[in-house]
């Protein structure tokens, strides 16, 4: 808890986030069963996710590279602001135009694309805040929001949209958004550091995956990642669960889509003993192939209590996996580099679910929504294994 007691803006900064994400897990939540109730198809769920993908990498580029140039406060809170347009955006068009489904596929790319634009911004405010000694307890503070939200967002959207609505959902989450901005402006100013405040904004872009094609640790930290998240995470195949598969309703859904959060919120309040662990890359392969056995599982067995376990199982893996993957590559890069890394690690861990979205999509389209999550699992375990042969250095690393 020392980040929380002796610094200011990471306070702030935890306040802000507590209230937006529980606001953005509702919206995460809305858009899939919108679209399921719309169309009722996997398929059509999986390519609103992706539609988003262009948006998301292109905010998160561009927040990146000004993240390097401009105060990372004031873009924070313009971003914040954005985000609210949007989701107000959304709340409107499920309400006053019954959810076209065209608006709401631009209403949803737009807000992703605005998400992307902070997400490495606020990633890299944390190092700077906080000081080394103290990065694996931010981070594990950072991991109690970000799993809080989806547990408490998603039980609470599926209950939100089978009493009041899914506009509902959008319209928390706009007003969340602004409270983040608020609490952001309370922040001191972040300037930049180093000469890149100059460069030109494609040079610095550019320069970022330079970097990273020049370190082999930050490859195998987005690598392993995106195995995960796009063989592993059937969160599209969620709507047709409920419904066909486990005959249930919105409550089911919100159910299924909490589940990875709560064990992920159990897993964030025992971390301290992540502090301890030296053989950092070796343990990140293991947890992600628990995970990929537990997708494994989910898909076999069709009683609801024991999927519900299963992915709660997957969300305490992954809360493994992302502390001591951001503790290494936050240690591996400087800091003039850090919002545009930072920006190339928002595009894998948020990119990568949707194209997963659009894998499982596909695939249960082509098959089932069971042979879909099987294939999955089985295939994020095997990409483990290949990375580990093709990046043997990632599995002996060590903290010095």
Known sequence: MRPLRENRNFRLLFIGQLVSVLGSNLTLVAIPFEVYQKTHSSLWVGLASLFQLPCLIAGALWGGAM???????????????????????????????????????????????????????????????????????????????????????????????????????????????????????????????????????????????????????????????????????????????????????????????????????????????I?????????????????????TLLGIVHVLWFGLLCLAVAGATDVISTILRNTVLQNAITDEFRSRISSVQMAVVTGGPRLGDAESGVVASLTSTEISIVSGGLACIVGVLVLLWRRPSFWKHDVA
């Open 275 to 295: 502090d301890r662990v030296r053989r950092q890359g070796r343990l990140i392969a293991l947890v992600v192939i628990g995970w990929g056995a537990a997708m």
């Open 67 to 273: 993240g390097d140039r401009f105060d990372r406060r004031t873009l924070l809170v313009v971003g914040s602001l954005v985000s609210a347009t949007f989701s107000g955006a959304l709340a409107l068009n499920a309400s006053v135009l019954h959810g076209n489904v065209p608006l709401l596929f631009v209403f949803a790319a737009i807000s992703a694309g605005a998400g992307g634009f902070t997400g490495p911004i606020r990633s890299a405010a944390i190092p700077k805040m906080v000081g080394g000694e103290q990065l694996i307890a931010a981070y594990s503070l950072n991991q109690i929001i970000m799993n809080l939200g989806p547990f408490l967002g998603a039980a609470l959207a599926g209950e939100l949209i089978a009493t009041v609505g899914i506009a509902s959902c959008y319209s928390i989450d706009a007003f969340s958004f602004v409270a983040l901005g608020f609490f952001t402006f309370l922040m001191s100013p972040m300037k930049p550091e180093g000469e890149h405040a100059g460069t030109a904004m494609l040079r610095a872009i550019g320069d970022g995956f330079r970097y990273v094609r020049r370190n082999a640790i930050a490859q195998a930290v987005y690598l392993v990642d995106l195995n995960a998240m796009v063989f592993g995470l059937p969160r599209a195949l969620f709507p047709a669960m409920a419904l066909t598969v486990y005959h249930g309703g919105p409550r089911t859904f919100g159910l299924l889509a909490a589940a990875p959060g709560a064990g992920a919120l159990v897993m964030a309040v025992l971390t301290g003993w």
